[in-house]
């Protein structure tokens, strides 16, 4: 979504009116209640029944029907509720109300292009007044285009600049529009309550210093202004001035990356499937490419003409081609078997990145490609599920500090490795790690096994040691530790009392060995 932004100013020029100069008008278009219509609309209520939207046990939005109960905005939800015992109290979704106001953008840039998101239920755009014959006749088009599409209450003002065009919608009737002449944005704002500024505690600090609206606000000296308030203040005062030079920068409309391809008649048998799908991988991969993307994590939607629907989201360590996407494809059906012939499938880029954060390095970085295709053929005969890549993630032992993922897809949880983990061994970490602990034994000088006492002491030094209790002892050469500790000390029938030592031999060799309930075993090797 597109911001509007402040136009650079010249410092040697100084303009003399409030008027930015002819082509620099702008029109906001004001849909009044917004969060309530996306509420009215996700949850399929009536706009005409008493409805408000609460964020945070307040009510932020109200219906008509709500305030002509005493429902408003700022009021508590259980005080609203005892004001108007009928009222429907939704939840406030923002992400809701900014994907139902898409619809509104787009139906205006069916008659003005350039259109510039503010917030949901608001937006600014320049004034077509040529094509149109005139700015009050460009607002009925917009103004009949939008009542076309379903938007009864919209309210549209222009003016020289976006806050006083926005002050102009705000008090338009319904379904029309108030013209701020040019040049006259400062006298038009001056009668309006300091309340319109959006900043609340200096609404608060300036009614107390007396200044009631906005011409109060405007007669400071811009210079003391800046010295009271800050940046903030003195561009709030700009606006109030009726000076606002910022720019409705046309947003940009999102990309449509999704490709699809139908089958008729229906197929039922993977490889056509896959084969017959390859087109439109080499096509979504083709239009990534045209605009500089790549995609690192795609879903593929497979539906079935009974109306069954298979969706699996796949990601990539690098990023997908053509050949990646049938891969998954086939790997997606043989794992989840459509029950009917398939009549769809959907290749849906779910994270796209630039190309160039992907590229080749100068000096050969990036991954090779020839791994990569050998990885995905051990996946393509054995499964995705069977291929996995090791990372590092926290944990008090070297087993849960492993994370084993698919390979090409990125962990989904994985624990933090900034954490202390209380009781764990320092570095380095062994590099064999056994899947299953080894039996071993620690004797001391008198060739009694070595234990822990409660407080964490050992009985004796360790003085012989074997891992494999069918080896002959091997006699210690150094040794660290004891590493105790108390897992799940609260639940007795998981509790642990685990003690961890770092044992080196005198032929080189170091092990990780751990002891519990007088029971030595051998966790891992440092190789």
């Not at 106001?101 to 139906?107: I, K, N, P, R, Y």
């Not at 090791?390 to 949880?413: I, K, L, N, S």
Request: charged letters at 20%.
């Amino acid at each position: 979504m597109a911001v509007l932004t402040p136009s650079p100013v010249t410092p040697t020029a100084t303009p003399t009116s409030s008027a930015p100069g002819p082509g620099r008008r702008v029109m906001v278009v004001w849909c009044p209640d917004w969060p309530v219509v996306a509420a009215a609309l996700a949850a399929e209520l009536s706009l005409d029944s008493a409805l408000a939207v609460v964020e945070r046990g307040e009510v932020f939005a109200c219906s008509a029907a709500a305030r002509a109960e005493g429902v408003k905005r700022g009021m508590r939800r259980r005080d609203a509720s005892a004001r108007c015992p009928e009222l429907v109290v939704v939840d406030r979704v923002p992400e809701a109300e900014t994907a139902s106001f898409e619809a509104v953008l787009t139906s205006v840039e069916q008659v003005s292009a350039g259109v510039a998101p503010v917030q949901p239920g608001l937006c600014a755009l320049t004034v077509p007044s040529r094509f149109y014959g005139g700015e009050a006749a460009a607002a009925a088009a917009v103004a009949e285009h939008l009542v076309s599409v379903g938007v009864w209450d919209c309210r549209i003002g222009i003016a020289d600049g976006i806050f006083a065009a926005e002050q102009a919608a705000r008090r338009a009737p319904t379904q029309d529009c108030r013209v701020v002449p040019v040049g006259g944005s400062a006298d038009f704002l001056a009668p309006l309550p300091v309340a319109v500024l959006a900043d609340a505690d200096l609404v608060s600090l300036l009614r107390r210093l007396g200044l009631r609206t906005l011409g109060d606000f405007a007669a400071l000296p811009a210079r003391d202004v800046l010295t009271r308030f800050g940046a903030a203040g003195a561009w709030l005062h700009r606006q109030a001035r009726g000076r606002d030079d910022r720019i409705a920068v046309a947003r940009q409309a999102p990309l449509e990356l999704t490709q699809r391809i139908a089958f008729e008649p229906p197929l039922e048998t993977i490889e056509p499937i896959a084969f017959s799908t390859r087109q439109t991988a080499e096509r979504t991969v083709a239009e990534l490419a045209r605009h500089g993307l790549v995609c690192t994590e795609v879903r593929i939607v497979v539906s079935t003409e009974s109306g069954w629907t298979g969706s699996r989201i796949w990601l990539h360590s690098r990023w997908f081609t053509a050949a990646d996407l049938v891969d998954r494809l086939y790997w997606q059906l043989q794992g989840d078997p459509a029950p009917d012939p398939v009549c769809e499938v959907r290749i849906v880029p779910e994270t796209v990145e630039s190309l160039g954060d992907h590229g080749e390095g100068l000096w050969g970085s990036a991954p090779d490609e020839r791994v990569e295709r050998g990885v995905a053929r051990l996946q393509g005969m054995l499964g995705p599920e069977e291929v996995l890549a090791p990372a590092v993630q926290g944990g008090r032992t070297p087993r849960r500090r492993q994370a084993m993922t698919p390979w090409g897809e990125r962990p989904a949880t994985v624990r933090p490795t900034s954490l202390p983990w209380p009781g764990s061994i320092p570095p380095p970490a062994p590099a064999r790690v056994f899947a299953e602990p080894q039996p071993a034994l620690v004797t001391s000088g008198d060739g009694r096994p070595v234990a822990v006492t409660d407080r964490g002491l050992v009985t004796g030094d360790p003085v012989q040691f074997s891992v494999d209790r069918m080896s002959p002892p091997t006699r210690v050469q150094a040794w660290a530790g004891p590493w105790p500790i108390d897992e799940l000390w609260w639940d007795p029938a998981s509790a642990r009392r685990v003690a961890r030592f770092q044992v080196v031999g005198v032929d080189g060799s170091a092990w990780l060995l751990v002891v519990e309930d007088g029971r030595w075993w051998c966790e891992a090797r440092y190789d």
